[in-house]
């Protein structure tokens, strides 16, 4: 029975979900109405040691498809020693504007912001992502929707060389996917943090410690009855990353679904008009580590042949995601063993992030390694 239960679980939230959830985003999709518009924004970008990104970045706002008069251009720098500083003031007769705290967290940055912001959206971008030249005009144009409170753009991941590069970038088509489907049927419970806007009078400070700022910020406009959207016009580029790096990354992103999670306890309630979506997407990811768990010692307790079938495959998936550390990039099998160890690897960081209040916040925060020109274009 616990062998079934787990099993079940384990379909269900790679398989059985996304199949809903295709069915429910064909039979009930509720399209958001989009016209060309012009409000005042406000572009919040915090950053901390991004000397080597910064150059790029603001040529990328700059160059923003937009009405310039009507922008605010706010670069919080969070305690930045390597130059950023330097480099921001650099653009400031062309309106960019320096705000430099000392070292307090992305939060603490993302708030100064918010207190020196004047725009009616704000749009919040990261360093490292450059930006298409209609993103910002495509996000504003949501907001002609009143039932609209926040607009996430698409990250696009521009291609890996290696297989594993290439497997973090299914990983993230397949999340985009689930994205797409959800808005399409009332909301995304979270924004692509390198590339979201909303309402700013929905936006409401963060806690000093908060962790996903792209997910606690939009669900200030959900619960107070907004949707949140996802705009696939509105598009970021972003160098691939290592499995090493988006373990890291996913740890921190699941850890604070964790503590979004404590801080929401009405996500899972069925007051939440996303409940099953969140309970299904969201929560199920954290618990799908623990149920594989459950599986393969449940394997040691069913009988005669199934107990052979089942750690038989348990045997050659180990196997694999060992293999995968030694073949070499070309190898045929390569194929099989790649996908292997990124889906491991994505549950160990599931695994993990169950003790986030016991991991250094050095850990959540590290810089993430990508595979990109020493000079970025």
């Known amino acids: ?32 109405q989009k016209r060309p518009q012009t409000k005042t924004v406000s572009i919040l970008l915090p950053v901390h040691d991004g000397a080597a990104w910064i150059h790029q970045k603001l040529r990328s706002i700059l160059a923003l498809d937009y009405p310039r008069e009507l922008v605010q251009v706010l670069v919080i720098s969070d305690g930045s020693e390597d130059g950023t500083d330097e480099a921001v003031r650099g653009f400031a007769s062309q309106g960019v504007e320096l705000i430099s705290i000392l070292r307090s967290g992305k939060a603490t940055a993302l708030n100064e912001g918010l207190r020196r912001a004047t725009g009616e959206i704000l749009f919040f971008t990261d360093v490292r992502q450059k930006l ?35 497997n973090v970038g299914a990983y993230w088509r397949y999340e985009k996917w689930i994205r797409r489907h959800l ?37 200030g ?34 850890a604070g679904v964790y503590q979004t999670i404590a801080r929401h306890p009405e996500l899972l309630r069925a007051r939440n008009r996303m409940w099953v979506h969140f309970v299904s997407h969201k929560l199920g990811r954290l618990l799908l580590p623990w149920a594989l768990l459950l599986v393969l010692a449940a394997s040691f307790g069913l009988p005669g042949i199934w107990r052979s079938i089942a750690l038989s495959a348990h045997t050659a998936f ?19 063993s790649s996908p292997a160890r990124t889906f491991f690897v994505l549950m160990a960081a599931a695994f993990c992030a169950a003790f986030f209040p016991l991991l ?18």
Not at 13 to 31: D, E, M, S, T
């Open 360 to 377: 250094p916040r050095r850990m959540l925060w590290r810089t993430t390694k990508v595979n990109a020109p020493q000079k970025p274009a």
């Open 1 to 32: 029975m616990v062998f079934v239960l787990s099993a079940t679980f384990v379909l269900y939230v790679l398989f059985g979900y996304p199949a809903l959830l295709a069915i429910l985003a064909r039979r009930r999709a509720r399209p958001f």
């Open 132 to 166: 298409d030249p209609a993103s910002l005009r495509n996000l504003v144009s949501c907001f002609a929707d009143p039932q609209v409170g926040a607009a996430s753009g698409e990250l696009i991941i521009l291609r890996g060389g290696t297989q594993e590069e290439a």
């Open 183 to 219: 808005s399409s049927i009332d909301s995304v419970l979270g924004a692509t943090g390198c590339i979201y806007a909303m309402r700013a009078r929905l936006a409401a400070p963060l806690a000093a410690d908060t962790i996903l700022d792209d997910v606690d910020l939009p669900l």
């Open 318 to 336: 180990y196997a694999l995601v060992v293999l995968d550390l030694i073949l070499p990039e070309r190898f045929l099998l390569k194929r099989l």
């Open 221 to 254: 406009a959900f619960f107070q009855g907004y949707r949140v959207i996802l705009d696939e016009s509105a598009r970021a580029y972003d160098y691939p990353t290592s499995l090493d790096s988006e373990f890291r990354r996913k740890v921190r992103t699941l």
